[in-house]
């Protein structure tokens, strides 16, 4: 039997549902994993696999407005200190923002690709769980008419 990845193991807080993902950032992201498959750690590296393979890939002009995409700017809340904390989710290497970075190749920026505006999100860094509110997707490039990113 195989063995539950720890998104399939906390469904309850978004990890194990299928995600929303553009056909563009779907593709550049399969770009991506080939690129860093060797230097990923292998449970990451499963993570984003399962993720992208479960996707609901969609048109740019057709992803919901409140799914975070890639260059999307979000706030969450740590729900344990309840600071807020503005982030853009971002490629490895990317100009920089207005706003602070994390990679996609980071646990948290890959819990935040395809989560939604109240979602709760969960995760186990060690063996201490964080947990996480996408409060709001404050810029998302495709509900901003910028399909070219």
């Not at 998104?7 to 299928?18: F, N, S, T």
């Not at 984003?48 to 809340?77: C, F, H, W, Y």
Request: charged fraction near 25%; hydrophobic fraction near 45%; glycine fraction near 8%.
């Amino acid at each position: 039997m195989r063995q539950q990845s720890r998104m399939e193991k906390w469904g309850k807080m978004g990890l194990a549902r299928r995600i929303h993902l553009t056909e563009f950032d779907h593709r550049r992201l399969l770009g991506l994993l080939a690129l860093v498959r060797h230097r990923l750690g292998l449970g990451l590296r499963r993570e984003l696999e399962e993720k992208m393979s479960g996707a609901i890939v969609l048109p740019q002009a057709r992803i919901p407005r409140d799914v975070v995409t890639m260059n999307s700017k979000v706030l969450i809340r740590d729900l344990t200190t309840q600071v807020l904390r503005p982030l853009r989710l971002a490629f490895p290497g990317a100009p920089k923002s207005d706003t602070p970075d994390v990679s996609i190749l980071a646990p948290l920026g890959m819990a935040l690709l395809g989560a939604r505006e109240s979602e709760e999100i969960l995760l186990l860094p060690g063996r201490q769980a964080c947990r996480w509110l996408v409060e709001k997707v404050a810029y998302q490039p495709e509900a901003s008419g910028n399909f070219v990113r």
